[in-house]
């Protein structure tokens, strides 16, 4: 008996090595899911949001580089995905998008919930088709996952309910999956010029991105032979920080002085593995080498004196023979002086004070020193990814996933959930913001359904605190950043949760041990300082006048304890 189209999709995922299926059901989904329930091997994993089913994909993607899927039904159902989908594609993650589609003969009546799928998902995808007969079976679904694997992004097909019934047109599965890593580097002539240009400078700081993944030895060296200090982009803080002397911190708007001085201090720029967007933050009179796996990243941010393309490691370890080494080490230790300053200055505010409000850096502190050696963090955007990035400090095993490129609220838990369905015995802790943990709260109802052991930390300051902050500096009070929260950790109990309420500085290192050693789901309701500012390491002009503005105007209309609060949490306590 020949097979429905449906049941060739499912088996074609499961000789492709997926797992799981995260999505949401409906009638236009019926056919698949079917399949899906009778699958030896795939599990389908439901949730409360299709949002959360694409962000939960595209974190297992991250963790395991094999393809994930998530599915949605048609019309508003898989357009529920698009956002989680934009994060993944945008992150380098493989995930196949199945996106159900209303009945094949009404496409084009403004039938009922219809939407043009293509149209939806070209965008935030590197390949995006409709399976409109069985004909194009297996063939459209094959090219889609070699696309996501291949391309290392989002591959989206389109199929309606009744083509998934029809009958496939032959049960032999002409297809395969090819998992290559082909060893790309920069031909040997450009190499010459790469390392002719080294040898000529003095003070050379390494900017270092995700692309690094699996380079972490060869950056070393190169570090060591240059005398340069490495500073990293967020995204690629967890494979670029851990046991590295040449690391001085991160630059940009959530950085550190010492990796911004790194990078406006030298004479040659080397950007390995990133495409870092933040124009102002590129040195002024430095020349600027970039390596990219990608040719069309190159050049596009800033002017660069040499574009290669490449992988770091098999790069490096092409490059290292030719370049010479130096014993001139003033600008690197300079520069490790500095970070290992920022970095006191950093944990003297880490610090539990009696009758205090609660530092979120002292919370992320204790969370960086009592997880596991290879804990999966997760981090909503905004002030939890600050902290993140200032005080967790990475190892060869942890991870640290949120959305860095795409910059969505409400990633931090349905990432949290994605990553620890791929190793339930992994520890999993999601730096969740009380914003975005409240914009996407209804899927902490999949984690007590599928009883995962993920830790949610709430940073509750009943604030959208990084928009709040962002106002001040322009010299705007803020406007529409206040929340009004429950107390979520009985929320958490009454789902079935356990919850645990800290207010007190004093009470949250214990709260914190009990919370990470608890061996179910568990939601740790910390609330932290209101008034703590995420200050960047370098302040301009414009944005000192616009913060002075703001405090005036709020001393003038009376509320002059928040300013002293403000000034006395970030000035005068460091």
């Not at 995930?95 to 039938?111: D, K, M």
């Not at 090219?143 to 309910?161: D, K, L, N, P, R």
């Not at 730096?431 to 709430?458: C, E, N, R, W």
Request: with cysteine; proline share 5%; net charge negative.
């Amino acid at each position: 008996m020949a097979k429905t189209v449906a049941a060739q999709f499912v088996e074609i995922l499961e000789q492709a090595g997926v797992t799981a299926v995260h999505g949401v059901v409906g009638d236009s989904l019926n056919g698949i899911v079917e399949e899906i329930r009778q699958s030896k091997t795939i599990k389908w994993v439901h949730y409360r949001h299709e949002e959360a089913a694409a962000f939960a994909a595209g974190a297992e993607a991250q963790i395991t580089g094999k393809l994930a899927v998530c599915a949605g039904s048609c019309g508003p159902g898989n357009m529920h995905l698009i956002n989680g989908l934009y994060d993944a594609h945008r992150s380098n993650a493989p995930v196949l998008a199945i996106a159900a589609h209303i009945p094949s003969e009404q496409i084009g009546t403004s039938y009922f919930q219809e939407t043009r799928p293509e149209s939806l998902f070209r965008e935030c995808s590197c390949y995006c088709e409709t399976i409109a007969s069985a004909r194009q079976m297996p063939r459209v679904l094959q090219i889609a996952m070699q696309h996501a694997v291949g391309q290392s992004g989002v591959a989206v097909v389109s199929i309606s309910g009744d083509v998934a019934m029809e009958k496939a047109p032959s049960d032999e599965l002409e297809h395969q999956i090819f998992h290559n890593k082909p060893v790309i580097r920069p031909a040997d002539e450009d190499l010459r010029k790469l390392a002719a240009l080294i040898n000529q400078h003095k003070k050379i700081t390494l900017l270092c991105g995700a692309g690094c993944a699996g380079a972490h030895q060869e950056l070393l060296s190169l570090a060591e032979a240059i005398k340069s200090p490495i500073v990293h982009a967020l995204r690629g803080k967890e494979h670029v920080q851990y046991d590295n002397p040449y690391d001085v911190g991160m630059t940009g708007l959530i950085g550190l002085t010492s990796g911004y001085q790194a990078v406006e201090d030298c004479e040659l720029l080397i950007m390995l593995g990133t495409d870092f967007p933040y124009k102002e933050w590129y040195p002024p009179k430095a020349k600027i080498v970039q390596l990219d796996i990608r040719p069309e990243r190159l050049g596009r941010r800033c002017k660069l004196e040499i574009g290669l393309v490449g992988s770091v490691k098999e790069t490096l370890e092409a490059l290292l023979p030719l370049i010479d080494h130096t014993q001139d080490s003033s600008f690197l230790h300079k520069s490790q002086e500095r970070y290992q300053d920022n970095r006191k200055n950093l944990m003297k505010h880490a610090q539990a004070v009696e009758g205090e409000p609660i530092h979120p850096e002292y919370l992320t502190r204790l969370l960086s020193e009592q997880a596991s050696t290879d804990a999966v963090f997760t981090t909503d955007v905004g002030t939890p990814s600050v902290w993140a990035a200032r005080y967790i400090d990475m190892t060869a095993g942890r991870r640290l996933i949120g959305s860095f490129n795409h910059g969505s609220m409400a990633s931090a838990m349905p990432q949290a959930i994605g990553a620890q369905l791929t190793d339930l015995n992994r520890q999993v802790i999601s730096l969740s913001g009380d914003g975005g943990f409240a914009m996407m709260m209804g899927d902490i109802l999949t984690i007590h359904q599928y009883d995962l052991p993920v830790k949610l930390v709430i940073y509750n300051n009943s604030s959208l605190g990084f928009v709040a902050m962002e106002m001040k500096v322009i010299g705007m009070p803020p406007f529409g950043t206040d929340l009004k929260n429950p107390d979520f950790a009985k929320m958490a109990e009454a789902i079935g949760i356990r919850g645990i309420r800290v207010e007190k500085a004093e009470e949250l290192e214990s709260a914190v041990a009990a919370a990470l050693a608890h061996p179910g789901p568990v939601l740790l309701d910390v609330v932290v300082n209101q008034t703590e500012l995420s200050m960047p390491p370098k302040i301009d002009l414009e944005q000192a006048k616009g913060f002075g503005i703001y405090m005036l105007k709020q001393t003038l209309k009376g509320d002059g304890k928040e300013v002293w609060d403000t000034i006395r949490s970030n000035f005068l306590s460091k």
